[in-house]
Structure formats: structure tokens, C-alpha cells
């Protein structure tokens, strides 16, 4: 395998699970031409990136995501074990679960649909992609370094088209679906630990909240709410013939609650890691949807008082809960937004050119999880070393971003492999140490 750093190698080497010995050793040199090279993360891209580092011919490189037999959810278990160690054993693990849309056109091209695009969206104007649907499941941990939560990626999965479902004879799953499935293997997987399941209006469904009512022990479920939702009291005690009610006396809505409640006010965690003085109006009552039954909920009704954001309703399956744990843990749901940004701006993510099934399927999650990869890298190389901020005369920063963690690694890397054995070894250690860092600085800029 090749030459790796010291905090890089065993977070690479704990992937091997889902790989035969030949395809991880090539795997791990896409992995490091992909952190190294600049632009598009296509196969000839991290080859050419990785240079004479990936040995063979580079048709063996297109296939180990187009043939090679492998399967991803090995590999998100170890991505998601590793990026647990940051959580503290018994702190609650929050989870946003969001979707992203990446363009990719194209006749020939698999999954690919017309899909809306909520960045380019606004409320007045709704705008439309080619391309590719991804639901994905982050894990939100709180590094040392940083203020603001960090969203990273551990499992990812491709919304179908329901035409394509039929022509392949599947059953359609939708985007909520999708996330009850990551909901369920990562409880599978990890019984001991408690998720807190994060939300935006896509997925704040009756489907989602049942299911981790029924996992209440393992999981709980906030998002947003409706100010007109079917709110019951529970069903009376009295005996009577027949199958028992569901629901007892219909509730106010939350938005009637709210127009004659006394609001309360508190302090909670915001966006962008500060805090807010917050009015906050709270109820509790069974949601009804037909057919589905009803799920125990705790709603509340958020009012920034310095009116930045609109009023909101969120709600928490988790009735136990404060109103201003429930809004301050929602509000951990956004750094995936940050996330899906930092991946196209600096991994690559909507540059693969990959058509058929097996290379679309396997190619954006495993660049997802190179975000990871990186993050929990660089939080382990910052344990020894002093965060390196990149600051320029006309912009200052004050905490790392995962620019800056992604050239800490791209210096680690080129660091180890000019410091090899060999003449251009040689010729790097000769230069004086201005010069050293200088060439380092060029080769690292994430760009």
C-alpha cells in the first residue's frame, strides 16, 4: 500500500473489511489522488492526481467502482465507528438526515431525474435539476477547534425515479423511506448508543416519527412541524365494547394554541454555533394520520426575537424533552447544508462523469465519505499540533474550516512522499526551509 501519514493510515486501513486485498490497495490510491488532485474527482483525475503511485494499468481503476464485487454499507459501518469515537460515550448522538441534488446529464446516465433544487429555490421562484437525488445521514460532532458543529457524512443513498423503479421491477421508495433505512441500520448496528434523528420539512412525516416512536429506547425523531397538524388527546379509560379508540377529544391546532398562549422566553443554541434569546410556545397531544394510526409528540413554536428568521414550529418524538433542548437540537441540523457545500467546492462532488448503475451508485457516497475521512484526520493531527488558519490581508479567519483541514492532510501526504527515499528526496531536504514551505503552501492550497 502506499506510504501514508501517521494519522491518516489507520483511519484508511479500517475501510479493508469491504475490499479484497487487490481492489482496497487500489481504492486507497484513488483515496490519496483524490485528496491530492485539484478539479474534477473523475477515475483519470485521482489517477492523475496519485501519478506513479498507482501501479497497473488504469483500466483496473475504472473498475473497482464500475465491476469490482463490494459493497457499501461495510464501508459506512467503519466510517460511521470511526466518526462515533468523537461523540462521548452517553451523549445523545444527533443525526441530520437531508438530501442534496448533484447535476449530471445525460441520455445514457443511471438514476438521473428532474429533481427540485431548495438551493437555488426561493419561496417565489422554484428551480429544477437534471441529475441525481442523495439522501444522507451525517453524524453532528462538536469539535475541539471549532465552534460551530461539524456534519459529517456516513451513509448515502440514490433516490430512484419511480419510472425507473417500475422498469426494474422495485418497489418505489421515496426520500422518507430511504431515511427510515439508514435510521434502522444504524440503530442495528450501534445498540448502545442513542440517536437523535435531525430533520427538515422533507421528512418531518408521520411515516418517519411512528418509526422511531416504536424505537423510542434507540431513537427519537425532530423536525418540523405544521401549524395546522390533527392533534388528539389520548383515549378515554372507560370500558366499552368493540376495538379500542386510537385518539380521544380533537386538540387546537398548534397554530390556535400559539394565537392565545402566553409565550415563553429562553435562551437556545442557534446557527453558526452562537446562541439566541428565543420566545417559545410548547403542547403535547397524539397525531393523527388515517391509516397510520397516531404518534406521541411534543411540539413548539419558535419566535426570533430579532426577527432574522421566521417563526417556525418544530416538533420532537421525544416528549421528556425541554422546548429548548428540542430547538437547540434542531438547530444542530444545519451544518449538512455547510457540508454539501464544502463537498462541491473543494471534493469534487458533482464532477464524476459515471453512467452505469454500479459506478453511479458507489462514486458520490465514497466522496461523502472522503469529507469525513478527512474531518476525523484532521481532528486527530490537530491532538499534536496547533491549528494552521489560512488568513489572507483582505480575509481573516478566526477557526479552521474544512479548507484548512484539507490542506493540513494534503501537506501531511506530500510531506511523506518527498520525504521518501530517492533523488527527489534528496533535492527537497537540500532546499532551506523558506523554500520548503513554500513549495508545501503551493502544492496544499485547496482549490
Not at 477515475?43 to 492526481?49: I, P
Not at 533535492?427 to 513554500?438: D, E, I, N, T
Request: glycine share 6%; aromatic share 10%.
Amino acid at each position: 500500500m502506499l506510504p501514508l501519514p501517521t494519522v491518516l493510515e489507520p483511519l484508511v486501513l479500517s475501510l479493508c473489511a469491504a475490499f479484497t486485498e487487490p481492489t482496497f490497495n487500489r481504492f486507497a490510491a484513488l483515496c490519496v489522488g483524490a485528496i491530492l488532485t485539484r478539479g474534477r474527482r473523475t477515475v483519470t483525475g485521482m489517477l492523475h492526481g496519485a501519478g506513479g503511485m498507482a501501479p497497473g494499468h488504469f483500466s483496473d481503476y475504472h473498475r473497482v467502482f464500475s465491476r469490482a464485487r463490494w459493497s457499501l454499507w461495510p464501508l459506512g459501518k467503519a466510517l460511521a465507528t470511526m466518526v462515533l469515537r468523537l461523540v462521548p460515550d452517553g451523549e445523545p448522538v444527533l443525526v441530520p438526515i437531508d438530501d442534496t441534488t448533484a447535476q449530471h446529464k445525460g441520455k445514457c446516465v443511471y438514476g438521473k431525474g428532474c429533481h427540485h433544487d431548495a438551493v437555488r429555490s426561493t419561496h417565489t421562484h422554484v428551480v429544477w435539476r437534471w441529475g441525481h437525488r442523495w439522501v444522507v445521514a451525517a453524524i453532528s460532532v462538536a469539535l475541539p477547534f471549532t465552534s460551530r458543529r461539524w456534519a459529517l457524512p456516513v451513509l448515502a443513498v440514490l433516490y430512484r425515479p419511480e419510472e425507473l423503479n417500475r422498469a426494474e421491477k422495485r418497489r418505489h421508495k421515496t426520500p422518507p423511506c430511504l431515511a427510515r433505512q439508514m435510521m434502522a441500520v444504524l440503530i442495528l448496528w450501534f445498540r448502545s448508543r442513542r440517536f437523535v434523528f435531525l430533520g427538515d420539512g422533507g421528512y418531518a412525516s408521520h411515516e418517519l416519527a411512528s418509526f422511531c416512536s416504536r424505537h423510542a429506547r434507540h431513537a427519537t425523531l425532530i423536525s418540523r412541524f405544521h401549524g395546522d397538524a390533527n392533534l388528539y388527546a389520548p383515549p378515554t379509560t372507560r370500558k366499552r365494547t368493540g376495538r379500542p379508540p386510537l385518539k380521544g377529544a380533537k386538540l387546537p391546532t398548534p397554530a390556535q394554541t400559539v394565537a392565545r398562549s402566553k409565550r415563553i422566553r429562553a435562551t437556545v443554541s442557534w446557527y453558526g454555533g452562537q446562541t439566541r434569546r428565543v420566545e417559545l410556545v410548547s403542547g403535547t397531544g397524539l397525531w393523527y394520520k388515517s391509516g397510520e394510526g397516531v404518534v406521541p409528540v411534543r411540539w413548539v413554536h419558535v419566535h426570533d426575537i430579532q426577527g432574522t428568521h421566521r417563526d417556525d414550529y418544530v416538533y420532537s418524538t421525544d416528549l421528556s424533552l425541554s422546548p429548548a433542548q428540542i430547538v437547540s437540537w434542531f438547530t444542530a441540523r444545519w451544518p449538512i447544508e455547510t457540508t454539501f457545500q464544502e463537498v462541491r467546492a473543494h471534493l469534487g462532488f458533482e464532477t464524476p462523469r459515471q453512467r452505469v448503475a454500479k459506478s453511479v451508485l458507489r462514486t458520490a457516497p465514497c466522496l461523502l465519505g472522503l469529507f469525513s475521512l478527512i474531518a476525523v484526520a484532521y481532528a486527530e493531527h490537530l491532538r499534536r499540533h496547533q491549528p494552521k488558519v489560512a488568513r489572507t490581508a483582505w480575509y481573516h479567519k478566526t477557526e479552521p474550516t474544512f479548507a484548512d483541514a484539507l490542506n493540513a492532510i494534503r501537506r501531511l501526504l506530500w510531506t511523506e512522499l518527498l520525504s521518501a527515499r530517492g533523488h527527489i528526496a534528496d533535492v527537497f531536504q537540500k532546499l532551506p526551509p523558506p523554500y520548503r514551505r513554500m513549495v508545501l503552501d503551493n502544492l496544499c492550497s485547496a482549490a
